[in-house]
């Protein structure tokens, strides 16, 4: 049995002026088959119109098991949230 | 359902897990979703795998059945909407072969292991559908009866399935609608078209009852794969659901549910229904249904004659890889 085809990690951008969201994988010989195959595969009721392809092992990503400490600065800063100052309501729409 | 039997890797106790274990059992338990990465019992991803690669063969295999009768639909719409019908389950096998690669298995060891009986897929498909009104009965009920099962699956607790499962919920609708529409044209057509759409219900009636396997009531399996919300529903409960909302479409139809036992059940607010034939289940599940043999040939067949396609693109891909290398 010869070897499979590269996995590829597949990106949509729908019509509305979203990001590219990730939808899904799929195997493909290179990057031209893969962005063919997404669009067979991830597009088939006008899904998006916009497909990145990326091969997945060309994605890094963070350790589940880091979650605590990995996130922990964004935690520590609650004033980052608007609703950390009392604004009075005399003062209308802030 | 898609998938059948899924027998379970777990069956702990509170007192007999590790303190990992208990961990990812009050993860689940809170809701919580696991996702590739996670740390997860061995029996969970052994389990899951077997059961998600069981659905996406089911997804694969069923498109041979339907496959059987692109060529000869009766109009060029219809042809049309069974080609997209034919080639959403192909998509639906591609999501869920994913869904299972994400917990280590290759797409090839997974095809391997269908090829060599060791992997199943759902005994539905495994019946022939011998006239056009069987496609309208395959749509109506065994996509409503998968709808049944795959609905729930929508809150499974590994991430990558129920994802998979979300986007094919969106797309099986079309499928069961378009299975009624074909049963309303012949139902409601000449006494020909009306006779093979009895016949069509007749033959997958008790079929489809199978498809959401025996009572579990008893089962160890059921019990540690509903723990881990790998199974939502139990299959007396589902198949209950779905004999209570297709007899009614089935009188819609003007067609007659092939069990003299069936009736309402006012006290309990449902049908009572006879059994289908467990012995013919589970005979159908080893391998020795109608069609069985004709199922896996084709299989078979695809993946030898597809052999050197794949290898060609391998072969176009590196060629042009190295071309662009020795150009830079």
């Known amino acids: 049995m010869s070897r499979e085809w590269p996995l590829w990690e597949v990106f949509i951008r729908g019509s509305h002026g979203m990001s590219h969201r990730h939808v899904g994988s799929l195997h493909a010989a290179d990057a031209e088959h893969a962005l063919l195959s997404a669009r067979d595969v991830y597009t088939r009721r006008n899904e998006g119109v916009s497909i990145w392809v990326v091969p997945s092992v060309q994605i890094t990503a963070s350790n589940p098991d880091d979650k605590g400490p990995f996130y922990e600065p964004s935690q520590s800063k609650v004033y980052r949230h608007p609703s950390f100052f009392d604004i009075p309501d005399d003062v209308g729409a802030m | ?328």
């Open chain 2, 1 to 328: 359902m898609y998938a059948q039997m899924i027998k379970s890797e777990g069956g702990k106790s509170r007192e007999e897990m590790s303190p990992e274990e208990a961990a990812f059992q009050d993860r689940i338990d809170a809701g919580e979703t696991i996702e590739p990465q996670d740390w997860m019992p061995e029996g969970y991803r052994k389990t899951l795998i077997r059961q998600i690669g069981q659905h996406a063969h089911s997804e694969i295999v069923g498109q041979l059945p339907e496959g059987n009768w692109v060529t000869r639909a009766p109009t060029l719409e219809r042809k049309a909407i069974l080609l997209a019908k034919v080639q959403d389950e192909a998509g639906h096998g591609l999501y869920l072969y994913c869904a299972a690669e994400t917990l280590g298995i290759s797409r090839d060891d997974m095809t391997e292991q269908l090829l060599s009986g060791r992997m199943k897929y759902s005994s539905i498909f495994n019946y022939p559908t011998l006239s056009w009104a069987d496609i309208g009965a395959v749509g109506w009920l065994v996509d409503g009866a998968a709808i049944m099962n795959q609905v729930p699956l929508q809150r499974t607790s590994y991430g990558p399935y129920s994802r998979a499962m979300i986007r094919i919920c969106k797309e099986e609708s079309f499928h069961q609608r378009q299975g009624f529409d074909i049963m309303m044209k012949m139902a409601k057509g000449t006494e020909a078209q009306r006779r093979m759409a009895q016949d069509a219900l007749d033959r997958f009636w008790y079929p489809s009852l199978m498809m959401f396997g025996p009572s579990d009531a008893e089962s160890v399996h059921s019990a540690q794969n509903m723990a881990w919300r790998i199974k939502i529903n139990g299959n007396d409960e589902l198949r209950q659901k779905f004999v209570d909302q297709t007899v009614p479409q089935a009188e819609f139809l003007g067609l007659k549910v092939p069990d003299e036992h069936l009736k309402w059940n006012e006290e309990k607010g449902g049908y009572d229904f006879s059994e289908p034939d467990w012995e013919e289940f589970f005979a159908v599940l080893k391998g020795a249904g109608p069609e069985s043999a004709e199922r896996m040939k084709a299989r078979r067949d695809a993946w030898d004659d597809g052999q050197w396609v794949r290898d060609a693109m391998t072969a176009h891909a590196e060629k042009k890889s190295a071309r662009r290398e020795a150009a830079e």
